[in-house]
Every structure is written in C-alpha cells, then in structure tokens.
T-cell receptor, first 112, second 118 residues
C-alpha cells in the first residue's frame, strides 16, 4: 500500500540508450512532479502535472519527456542518455498546488 | 528569483543534545515553507510545514520550526536528538501566489547532514 511508488529502483544503462522510469500514486492526488537529485544531493524540480496538464517544465533538455496517462501516473522517458544524466530521480505528488508533497523512494540512474 | 540557503552543510551533535538547523530564504513575495528529512537511500519525508497562522510550527519526531518573516528564516529545532535522527535535512520554499497562479514548485536548499553521535 505504498503511497508513491517508482520503478525501477535502480537503472544502469549505457550512453545513448533510451529508458523510462514509471511513477504511480494511490493517494488520489491531482498533481505529480519529477525531481532530480545530483551527486551532491541537490534537489531540483524538472516537471509537474496538474490534472494531466503540464504546469512546470524547468529548462530540462528535450531528451526528457514526461507522460501522464492519468492523474495517478507520471512517467519519465529519457532519450539518448548521457553521463550527466546519472542521478537519483524522485517522483512526488500533492493534492492541489499548495501544501506538502509526498515523495517516492527514488530511482538511481547510472549511465556508463 | 527565490532561493534557499542552509547555512550548515554538516551538523555533528551528541545524542540527547539540542540541535538547530538553519535555513534562510530569499524572496520578494510571500512563501510557504517546508522541512523534509531524507534517510539514507530513501525518499523525502515531510517533517513540518508553514502555510499560514502561528509562526511556531510543530512537526513529527519532536521537531519544530519558527517562521521569522523579518529575518526570512525558518530554522529547525529539536530539544534532544536521537541516533535515529541521523539523516539529511532539506529546507524548501514554494512561492505563494494569489488566485490561480500557484505552481507547487518547491525550491530546495542544499541540505544539512545531521550526524548524531553516541
């Protein structure tokens, strides 16, 4: 009964590959987010969707494409992976655009 | 533009001692304020939040924080820490917009590693 879940937890891949990370929340929230945490643990928002509508797109390379098939899911697809994409990616959700966000356990992406 | 500064990258403290983790923010508009905790290899968990009302906010695990608008600070405190409090702590702000302008965007500080020693 995990609130926000992500798959996979670990992802190791080679440069140039395309990969996806999936996120699901069972909290009934209408807003979902993707954050990137770099090797220095700095967290930065990448995207957010509210009722399946893109709200935030934070100067992320267009190799990154979020997709929200419904309010409970927000997937992240990454094309042509680069070494600098190695990081931990967190999905989060909230009810509305004010207040606390609930975070998933993270996906550690390693690009070799 | 908004920014968040956590003044200490690491805070070592002995068990049962009090601790304060400092957070200052820069914003020309009103903000909502949050503290999150991240245990090793886990996601972030909300400790407490300030949206409005009383400036002293109590959270989980015995933590509290005080919003000081004049000093643009939101320092986190605990009177007596436990070994299990060892973790990374993040302060975050979200801009308070009127009407339908909120985006939910959280701007995080750099994090403070709390190391509780026996």
């Amino acid at each position: 009964d995990t609130a926000v879940s992500q798959t996979p937890k670990y992802l190791v891949t080679q440069m140039g590959n395309d990969k996806s990370i999936k996120c699901e929340q069972n909290l009934g929230h209408d807003t979902m987010y993707w954050y990137k945490q770099d090797s220095k643990k700095f967290l930065k928002i990448m995207f957010s969707y509210n009722n399946k509508e893109l709200i935030i797109n934070e100067t992320v390379p267009n190799r990154f494409s979020p997709k929200s098939p419904d309010k409970a899911h927000l997937n992240l697809h990454i094309n042509s992976l680069e070494l600098g994409d190695s990081a931990v990616y967190f999905c989060a959700s909230s009810q509305g655009l004010v207040g606390e966000q609930y975070f998933g356990p993270g996906t550690r992406l390693t690009v070799t | 533009a908004q920014s968040v500064t956590q003044l200490d990258s690491q805070v070592p403290v002995f068990e049962e001692a009090p601790v304060e983790l400092r957070c200052n923010y820069s914003s020309s508009v009103s903000v909502y304020l949050f503290w999150y905790v991240q245990y090793p290899n886990q996601g972030l968990q909300l400790l407490l939040k300030y949206l409005s009302g009383s400036t002293l906010v109590k959270g989980i695990n015995g933590f509290e924080a005080e919003f000081n608008k004049s000093q643009t600070s939101f320092h986190l405190r605990k009177p007596s820490v436990h070994i299990s409090d060892t973790a990374e702590y993040f302060c975050a702000v979200s801009v308070k917009q009127h009407g339908s302008g909120n985006t939910g965007k959280l701007i995080f500080g750099q994090g403070t590693t709390l190391q509780v020693k026996p």
